[in-house]
């Protein structure tokens, strides 16, 4: 299902993350836009329909908040967070994830994707299904970051869901 007409239809940004998120950082505000980095992956889908949850939108969106966030993180001394000339690889997570993983410490039900990256390090992107915020529902990328792969082999904390090794949705 694209939109539920009762919802407050989302306004899509005309680029990419990398654009938006270097326009909000020019301009200081935003202007109500979101940034679409693709669709949720059917193997999510599949796992919610096990709960009785179905999506009110496919799309994964980053609003200004999430983008913004990271623009004085304190974890950027670390080398844990994403260079922004790097952000086309959210997308690529997205659209070809590593693998993906249910986390059960969150209080609010969260998927990681992993994408790979450099030296045993993978890109982790934290999406929110069915997030709502002023009267509009989106499956939300909350957070990004660069972490150890051997970080989310943590069966206490992380469920792995899907895998590339798999051959398919």
Sequence with gaps: ME??????????????LKEYTEELWKNKRG?????????IHPAIVRELAKIIILLEDTRVIVDQRSATKYFTHPKSKKGALLPIDEYGLLEKAVEKPY??????TQGDLVYIY??????????????????QKNGR???????????????LNNPKQYRLIWEETQNGA
Excluded: M
């Design 3 to 16: 939109q539920n007409n009762s919802k407050k239809e989302l306004r899509i940004y005309d680029g990419t």
């Design 31 to 39: 202007d109500g836009t979101v940034v679409k980095l693709g669709e």
């Design 99 to 104: 693998k993906l993983y249910e986390d059960a």
């Design 114 to 131: 992993s994408y790979p990256y450099t030296h045993g390090k993978l890109v982790k992107l934290v999406v929110q299904p069915n997030y």
């Design 137 to 151: 529902t989106y499956n939300n990328a909350k957070s990004w970051g660069v972490i150890q792969e051997g970080n």
